[in-house]
């Protein structure tokens, strides 16, 4: 995918980069106001409004901020759009800015923000500093509302604030207390980890597959085009012994490999040093 299309910046933000799963940023505001999803959102949406703000002025003006007093003028910046959000949320939506409290304010100072601020924005044109804010904002938002999702179902047994469970179900409180953001965000991004390697070695093990040597599906894909070609079908038993003899020669190769790995955790060196 080319870079620095608004697309790309959507899927870095939100897949590749993921603020809370990937990169670990912001992590206090995570940990401390997860523990129900209504908070999560709330949370994940107003960083994700300044975000974009503050990175589509930041590229505005990138050209007119001396490059000494950079910082400072980024935080003036943002702290003025996050006095703007928290004055908006107290005036319209006061039981999340009580619940959200400091950490409205704190998003003057979070990393993601001073962080794309500083790396993207002030290099880049608007339009892509909008969509990468975006993407970034909506990666946080995404992250922050799964963990108290998570939080809120198995500590108090409710989806958003809605009852889902009956009487029967005994809420496991040490998910709605600090305890619980630690446990539920390692678990997440342990299953991320095993997902990508599992794919990663998915995808491998495909590519592997189609190279044209015997004992592979590759290497019956080159007999068929030898058929093709000839107009007739090779003979099964030269075809047997060619992929008999691959796959011995892959298990071998497999043998040294692991030998190879064993001597290494062991000694420090492996067959080849």
Not at 209 to 223: E, I
Request: charged share 10%; aromatic share 8%.
């Amino acid at each position: 995918m080319k870079k620095n299309t608004p697309s790309e910046r959507l899927i870095n933000g939100i897949i590749k980069e993921n603020p809370t799963f990937v990169l670990m940023l912001g992590m206090c505001p995570t940990l401390a106001v997860t523990s129900s999803a209504i908070n999560g959102l709330g949370m994940g949406l107003s960083t994700t409004v300044v975000l974009i703000c503050s990175n589509l002025l930041i590229s505005l003006f990138r050209k007119v901020i001396p490059n000494g007093v950079r910082m400072p003028a980024y935080i003036v910046i943002v702290a003025s759009l996050v006095t703007v959000v928290q004055f908006l949320m107290q005036a319209y939506l006061p039981s999340l800015s009580a619940a959200l409290g400091v950490y409205i304010p704190l998003i003057v100072v979070n990393c993601i923000i001073l962080g794309r601020a500083e790396s993207y924005a002030s290099k880049n044109p608007p339009v892509e500093s909008i969509f990468d804010g975006m993407g970034m904002g909506l990666g946080f938002t995404m992250g922050l509302t799964i963990i108290g999702l998570i939080r809120e179902i198995l500590g108090a047994g409710t989806f958003f604030n809605i009852k889902i469970f009956g009487d029967w179900f005994t809420p496991i409180t040490i998910f709605v207390m600090a305890p619980g953001a630690f446990l539920v965000l390692a678990c997440l991004v342990a299953v991320m980890n095993i997902v990508s390697v599992m794919m990663m070695i998915t995808v491998n093990l495909g590519v592997v597959n189609l190279l044209p040597l015997p004992a592979l599906d590759g290497g019956r894909l080159v007999f068929l085009i030898i058929e093709l070609i000839r107009r007739k079908p090779v003979s099964a038993k030269y075809e047997g012994w060619v992929h008999a003899i691959g796959m011995i020669v892959l298990l071998a190769f497999m043998a040294l490999i692991s030998f190879s790995d064993i001597l290494r955790l062991f000694t420090g060196t492996g067959l080849g040093g």
